[in-house]
């Protein structure tokens, strides 16, 4: 039984996706190439993965002679969101707070960082967000 596709990105997923955010759009063998620089990618891994990124709407394609060309149809930012959308539901009970709080306990912040926080915080009032 295949296993149910995963609600975030796993990483093969995002690797492609960032070689298409930087080329704005690539073949299967342009993805498997610059994908083989940092460890081998078959092609054929590569095109399934291409096929579940686009059973789960994340990529586009078009055809150019015998090859598919891809494009991302998310934005990096929108990716970044999802799992962040993602993280907090299921580790910080939808609360942005709770996960504010966890990386403030969690990790080392310097003043400088502390006081770019502030200012977020304080901008997001002024405009209501918070």
Known sequence: ???PPSP???QSEQAILEVLWDKDEASVREVADELSKQKPAAYTTVLTMFNVLAKKGLVTYRQEGRAFIYRAAISRDQARR????????????????LLAQHLLDEHDIDRAELET??????????RGGA
């Open 1 to 3: 039984m295949a296993r």
């Open 8 to 10: 975030t990105l796993t």
């Open 82 to 97: 999802q799992a962040l959308d993602h993280l907090l539901l299921q580790f910080f009970e939808g609360s942005p707070d």
């Open 117 to 126: 926080l502030r200012d977020k915080v304080n901008a997001a009032k002024a």
